[in-house]
C-alpha cells in the first residue's frame, strides 16, 4: 500500500492502458478519479476498484477542452481534497493516416486530445501539486512516435510534444518537488488487439523487433511500472522516458 493516502488523477481510463493503471494506483492504496468521454466505461471501472475495496470517482469530459479539464481536476480535489498523481493517458487519432493526407481534422482531434489534454491536465494539477508539497506527473509517449512509423505523422507529433513539454516541466517544475517523467508502453491493449486480429502478418513481423518476444501485459508490464514510477521508489527521477516495450527500441 506504498500509495496509501495519495489521490491520482487518470485520463482515458474507461479502457485499455488507463483503465489498467487506474486498477493498480487504486490496488497500491490511491484514492483515484477517473476520466474520459464515455460515462458508461467509466462506471464499470469505479465498479472495479470498489471490489478491490478502494475508492474511486468518475468524472465526464473530453480532455481537448480546457474546462472540461479544470473540472476533472476539482472534481479529484473536491471529493478526494487533492491531487498528488496526474497520469496522462487519454489519447485519440485515426489510425493509418499518410502525412500527406493530414487534415485538419486529423490534426485537431490527436494533437487536441493528446498534446493540449496533457498540457491543460499540467496546467491544472501544478498549483495544487505545489501547495501540497509536490507530486508526479506520467505523460505516456510512444516508441511509435520515437521510430516514426509510416502513417503515424499526426500521432508521432502530438507524442514527441508530449515528451518535448514533460522535459521542460521537469527543469520547471523540479524545485516544486514535481517529477514528470514520461513511459513509452507496448501493451496488447484493445486497440493492439484489434490491429493483430487485422493485420496478423504485420502483427507478426513487428513482434520478432521484440527482443522479449511478446507483447507487455496491461496490469503487470505496464500499469505496475507507472504506479512504481509515482512512488517514492523513483523520487530521483524525472524527465526521462522509460521505455517499456520489451526491449523494441534501445536507447544508445
Known amino acids: 500500500m506504498e500509495l496509501a493516502g495519495k489521490t491520482a488523477l487518470v485520463t482515458g481510463a474507461g479502457q485499455g492502458i488507463g483503465r489498467a493503471i487506474a486498477l493498480v494506483l487504486a490496488e497500491r492504496g490511491a484514492s483515484v478519479a477517473i476520466s474520459g468521454r464515455t460515462e458508461s466505461k ?3 471501472v469505479v465498479d472495479e476498484i470498489a471490489q478491490l475495496g478502494a475508492t474511486a470517482t468518475a468524472i465526464v469530459g473530453d480532455v481537448a477542452v480546457r474546462p472540461d479539464v479544470q473540472r476533472m481536476v476539482d472534481g479529484a480535489v473536491s471529493t478526494f481534497g487533492g491531487v498528488d498523481i496526474l497520469v496522462n493517458n487519454a489519447q485519440a487519432s485515426k489510425p493509418d493516416v499518410r502525412i500527406v493526407d493530414i487534415d485538419d481534422d486529423t490534426w ?3 494533437f487536441g486530445s493528446g498534446g493540449l489534454g496533457t498540457l491543460y491536465a499540467m496546467q491544472a494539477c501544478h498549483p495544487i501539486m505545489k501547495a501540497r508539497g509536490g507530486g508526479n506527473i506520467v505523460n505516456l509517449g510512444s516508441s511509435t512516435a ?3 512509423d509510416p502513417g503515424f ?3 508521432a507529433m502530438t507524442k514527441e510534444a508530449v515528451r518535448g513539454l514533460t522535459r521542460v516541466a521537469a527543469r520547471e517544475w523540479g524545485r ?3 517529477r514528470v517523467n514520461v513511459v513509452c508502453p507496448a501493451a496488447l491493449s484493445p486497440g493492439a488487439a484489434e490491429f493483430a486480429d487485422a493485420h496478423p502478418e504485420a502483427f507478426a513481423r513487428m513482434l520478432k523487433t521484440v527482443p522479449l518476444g511478446r507483447m507487455g ?3 503487470a508490464d505496464v500499469a505496475r511500472a ?3 514510477l509515482c ?3 523513483f523520487q530521483y527521477l524525472t524527465g526521462a522516458t522509460l521505455m517499456l516495450d520489451g526491449g523494441r527500441l534501445l536507447f544508445p
Open 42 to 44: 467509466l462506471t464499470a
Open 108 to 110: 485537431n482531434l490527436t
Open 146 to 148: 520515437i521510430t516514426g
Open 153 to 155: 505523422g499526426a500521432y
Open 176 to 178: 516544486d518537488n514535481i
Open 217 to 219: 501485459d496491461e496490469i
Open 226 to 228: 507507472v504506479a512504481a
Open 231 to 233: 512512488s517514492d521508489d
